[in-house]
């Protein structure tokens, strides 16, 4: 799969039904919903993989992320993170304190998965799921009775913290961008061209506060790579990593610290600069 692009959705949310269902069982609440607030959409390859639903709620600093799915082929590779990462920063475009979640406390992946990205456990309601609200009476999730809903909630972190540019020279301005965003999956926020004779690229590292930037030009060359220094970047999954080193094709080097060894795969970039990518989330 080619580096996932997210972006909102303003067309017809009816063509996307099948990836709603995915993430809700009852036909008339989905009905009751399905065209309220915001769409993000996750695309590759020039398809839809994904989508996330964020809604107003009755508290007017918080939204509600009401529907969300990966297609099944598509997940595992990250696209999920993408699409939480995105509505945290639409979140903070409007200056919003919490974003809540909802989910079944039998669904036990989906739990999983919130509490990875950052969400935490607020309150369970009980019996939210029932005939009356359109779901079946024997609905289960691998076993475990569809009964209760689980509430989880993260703080925004505010827009005015710092934020970090990490900018290098290059020669090889192209190759570097397709080894980061196309390989690697990081999203192109701008750039520039012959600005005082230099062109430029930003691309963001998702769920952080920092971006990279890449310059070409002007009358000097680049800098000499150094095995010891590294770019890390804790991807969280293994499914997450492999599918970063498919994309690049480049094959993995020995580090220089031992230590990369046992915790990450360490490849180079076209200018020679090492890339370690940790199959870990941070911690």
Same mark, same amino acid.
């Given at each position: 799969?080619?580096?996932?692009?997210?972006?909102?959705?303003?067309?017809?949310?009816?063509?996307?039904?099948?990836?709603?269902?995915?993430?809700?069982?009852?036909?008339?609440?989905?009905?009751?919903?399905?065209?309220?607030?915001?769409?993000?959409?996750?695309?590759?390859?020039?398809?839809?993989?994904? !989508?996330?639903?964020?809604?107003?709620?009755?508290?007017?600093?918080?939204?509600?992320?009401?529907?969300?799915?990966?297609?099944?082929?598509?997940?595992?590779?990250?696209?999920?993170?993408?699409?939480?990462?995105?509505?945290?920063?639409?979140?903070?475009?409007?200056?919003?304190?919490?974003?809540?979640?909802?989910?079944?406390?039998?669904? #036990?992946?989906?739990?999983?998965?919130?509490?990875?990205?950052?969400?935490?456990?607020?309150?369970?309601?009980?019996?939210?799921?029932?005939?009356?609200?359109?779901?079946?009476?024997?609905?289960?999730?691998?076993?475990?009775?569809?009964?209760?809903?689980?509430?989880?909630?993260?703080?925004?972190?505010?827009?005015?913290?710092? !934020?970090?540019?990490?900018?290098?020279?290059?020669?090889?301005?192209?190759?570097?961008?397709?080894?980061?965003?196309?390989?690697?999956?990081?999203?192109?926020?701008?750039?520039?061209?012959? !600005?005082?004779?230099?062109?430029? #690229?930003?691309?963001?590292?998702?769920?952080?506060?920092?971006?990279?930037?890449?310059?070409?030009?002007?009358?000097?060359?680049?800098?000499?790579?150094?095995?010891?220094?590294?770019?890390?970047?804790?991807?969280?999954?293994?499914?997450?990593?492999?599918?970063?080193?498919?994309?690049?094709?480049?094959?993995?080097?020995?580090?220089?610290?031992?230590?990369?060894?046992?915790?990450?795969?360490?490849?180079?970039?076209?200018?020679?600069?090492?890339?370690?990518? #940790?199959?870990?989330?941070?911690?």
């Amino acid at each position: 799969m080619s580096a996932v692009q997210i972006e909102r959705h303003e067309g017809d949310r009816q063509a996307l039904r099948l990836l709603f269902e995915l993430a809700e069982d009852s036909r008339s609440e989905l009905d009751s919903y399905i065209d309220a607030g915001e769409l993000l959409i996750a695309t590759a390859d020039e398809e839809v993989v994904g !989508h996330l639903q964020l809604i107003e709620t009755e508290f007017p600093d918080r939204l509600e992320i009401k529907n969300m799915a990966v297609a099944e082929r598509s997940r595992r590779l990250g696209v999920g993170r993408a699409l939480i990462n995105a509505a945290l920063q639409l979140a903070r475009e409007r200056s919003c304190s919490t974003v809540d979640v909802a989910t079944a406390t039998a669904d #036990v992946d989906n739990l999983r998965f919130y509490q990875r990205c950052g969400f935490r456990m607020r309150s369970i309601e009980r019996d939210a799921f029932t005939p009356a609200n359109g779901y079946d009476r024997d609905a289960s999730v691998d076993g475990i009775p569809l009964r209760d809903r689980a509430w989880l909630d993260m703080p925004v972190a505010p827009d005015h913290q710092m !934020h970090v540019r990490v900018a290098r020279h290059t020669t090889r301005l192209p190759e570097l961008l397709r080894f980061y965003r196309d390989g690697l999956g990081l999203t192109e926020i701008g750039g520039f061209r012959d !600005h005082d004779g230099y062109d430029g #690229v930003f691309l963001a590292l998702p769920g952080t506060r920092a971006h990279l930037e890449f310059t070409a030009g002007g009358d000097h060359g680049a800098p000499a790579p150094h095995a010891e220094s590294l770019l890390v970047l804790y991807l969280g999954e293994r499914e997450i990593v492999d599918a970063a080193l498919a994309r690049v094709g480049v094959e993995p080097v020995a580090p220089a610290n031992p230590y990369w060894a046992d915790n990450g795969v360490t490849i180079e970039d076209p200018d020679g600069f090492r890339v370690v990518l #940790v199959p870990q989330p941070y911690s």
